[in-house]
């Protein structure tokens, strides 16, 4: 089965980080899903977890990644990042495929 997602060298760097040094039980995986839809658009979620039926199981860069089936077309393309800032540091979800919003100037 085709892996939906790709997570950056920095965020699977980060994640490794995380299992290593924030005590993440050895039979968890890293968990990628989606929340909401509607109006308020989707957010995307990521955290450790045990796997459950019907999960789809890959393996990204060594970290063994689930996910729900019912969350893998919303999640095909996706990009894992880390952003780490000034003001802010965390994961971010980026879809390369999707074009990039231009703001119109009015006149």
Known sequence: MLIPIQITEKAQAEIKDIIANKNIPSDYSL???VK???CGGMSYLLGFDKPKEGDQKF???GIPVL???KHYMFLMGMLV???EGDE???FTFVNPDLP?????DEK
């Open 59 to 61: 393996e990204v860069g």
């Open 67 to 69: 996910i729900e089936k």
């Open 31 to 33: 968990r990628v899903g």
């Open 100 to 104: 990039k919003r231009h703001d119109i």
């Open 36 to 38: 909401g839809g509607g």
């Open 88 to 90: 802010a540091r965390g």
């Open 81 to 83: 990042d880390f952003f």
